[in-house]
């Protein structure tokens, strides 16, 4: 069965500094993983997906993820906070076989100190 | 249009009142999922649609709700004698439906029971 964990609830980090967002997974495949990032009032917005190609996968909005197999992981990073990142992040995993579930993790919310 | 689009955007109703809620997925995408976020809180899986297929609804908690989708086209959500528990917001995502593809999110519908 396929599971992610985000390993914090909240994340604070001042404007300029990096961001590291934690996720493992658990998959008895190889597993489709994906970055969601969800601001005040809005739907997701998809940051990044890896799909079992490179295993340094760049996003959006500067944010890139590294697929680590070993580890089960697949953190989130950005070298320098915006104050713009603030929002609640998601991490997702899908099972490219052809079944349709997608398994959230709880969300990090993200704030940004000035 | 170029994304999922969802409407009402906000809805506001008496406790014991039917609602429906409308979402247009992405044109060609033909798996249409529906989603519940209460405040703070992360995704609740409610029913999953893949092209003509039954859907699957495991995941709506109740028989007050229920969900139609007229072919790979628009779906929409129906909650019957409303309870405030069911405040929340409900989201709409689609994906081409082929294993391992990202969902593409509306921006949902937020539900207030008064």
């Known amino acids: 069965a396929q599971s992610v964990t985000q390993l914090d609830s909240h994340v604070s980090v001042s404007e300029g500094t990096p961001v590291l967002l934690r996720c493992n997974y658990s998959s008895s495949y190889s597993p489709s993983l994906f970055w969601y990032v969800q601001h005040p009032n809005k739907g997701l917005q998809l940051l990044l997906k890896y799909t079992s190609a490179a295993t340094l996968v760049k996003g959006i909005n500067g944010f890139e993820a590294e697929f680590k197999k070993s580890e ?10 915006h ?29 940004v100190l000035a | 249009g170029a994304g999922v689009s969802q409407s009402p955007s906000n809805k506001v109703t008496e406790k014991g009142k039917d609602v429906e809620l409308r979402c247009d997925p992405i044109s060609g995408h033909t798996a249409l999922y529906w989603y519940r976020q209460r405040l703070g809180q992360g995704l609740e ?38 309870q405030q528990e069911d405040s929340a917001v409900y989201l709409c995502a689609s994906s081409p439906g082929t294993g391992g593809e990202p969902q593409h999110f509306g921006d949902g519908t937020r539900l207030s029971i008064l």
């Open chain 1, 83 to 111: 104050m713009s990142d603030a929002a609640e992040y998601f991490c997702v995993v899908s099972d490219p076989s052809g079944t349709y579930k997608y398994i959230f993790g709880t969300g990090t919310r993200l704030k």
């Open chain 2, 45 to 82: 899986f409610l029913i999953y649609f893949q092209g003509n297929s039954a859907p699957d609804k495991s995941g709506l908690p109740s028989d007050r709700f229920s969900a139609e989708r007229t072919g790979e086209s628009v779906s929409t959500l129906t909650i019957q004698r409303t």
């Open chain 1, 72 to 81: 089960t992981s697949f953190h989130l990073t950005k070298p320098s906070a």
